[in-house]
């Protein structure tokens, strides 16, 4: 059985960036899929933000990439999620998810998801 | 960007009847390996969401066979075919024929009626 703990904080100051971690239990980061995460606006849809491999290999939204990081810590079992310059826009439940990957090329669908971060961008 | 469309928003089903949640593409999903690049989710409160079908039609381990995708093309459709009070989520719709640039429907609230 899979599951993705979050954690980070829930409040992050405009301008600032939002950092979030989700550690893996009952699966080995390092076994074949990629790590991702998909974020909802209040009162808004779904978003893919972006996904990694324990190799590095990295895909992202087009519409987030330029503010987007994300990492692996492959001793810890956890990937990381780093998100530059917020503004309001980018309050949103944060969930960290399993990715079913297209060989390297893109995310297919997402087979496991974290409980989800409420993170508010506010001063 | 890939736009789908839920219907309906929200729905009332009675326990045993049968639920219909539709999903509407604006481009088809339909790849040349003739796969249909559609996923379904189902997000209980208080839960994360959790897969259910992808490749519009293939249930996801441990996913109970009262739950059915079908459709093709442009139109898809989630069917329970015997309500069940657990059953009571929002259900979303989402595409990775666009991949990375994927896109989830607005999502359908399903209720007991």
Redesign the interface.
């Known amino acids: 059985q899979v599951y993705l703990q979050q954690s980070g904080p829930g409040q992050v100051k405009p301008a600032e960036t939002l950092s979030l971690t989700c550690t893996v239990f009952g699966f080995s980061i390092t076994n074949g899929y990629f790590w991702g995460w998909i974020r909802q606006p209040p009162g808004k849809r779904l978003e893919y933000i972006g996904s990694i491999h324990y190799s590095g290999t990295t895909h992202f939204n087009p519409s987030l990439k330029s503010r987007v990081a994300l990492s692996v810590d492959k001793s810890e079992n956890r990937f990381s999620l780093k998100l530059s310059s917020v503004a309001a826009a980018d309050t949103a439940v944060y969930h960290c998810v399993q990715v079913r990957e297209n060989g390297g090329y893109g995310p297919y669908f997402f087979d496991n998801w974290g409980q989800g971060t409420l993170v508010t961008v506010s001063s | 960007d890939i736009v789908l469309t839920q219907s309906p928003d929200s729905l009332g089903v009675s326990l045993g009847e049968r639920a219909t949640i539709n999903c509407k593409s604006r481009q088809s999903l339909l790849f040349t390996n003739n796969k249909n690049?559609l996923?379904w989710?189902q997000h209980k409160p208080g839960?994360?969401?959790?897969?259910l079908i992808?490749w519009a039609s293939t249930r996801?381990s441990g996913v109970p066979d009262r739950f059915s995708g079908s459709g093709s093309g442009t139109d898809f459709t989630l069917t329970i075919s015997s309500l069940q009070a657990e059953d009571v989520a929002v259900y979303?719709c989402?595409q990775?024929y666009s991949?990375?640039?994927?896109?989830?429907?607005?999502?359908t609230r399903l209720d007991i009626k």
């Open positions: 690049y996923a989710y839960q994360p969401p959790k897969l992808y996801a979303y989402q990775y991949t990375p640039a994927i896109s989830f429907g607005q999502g």
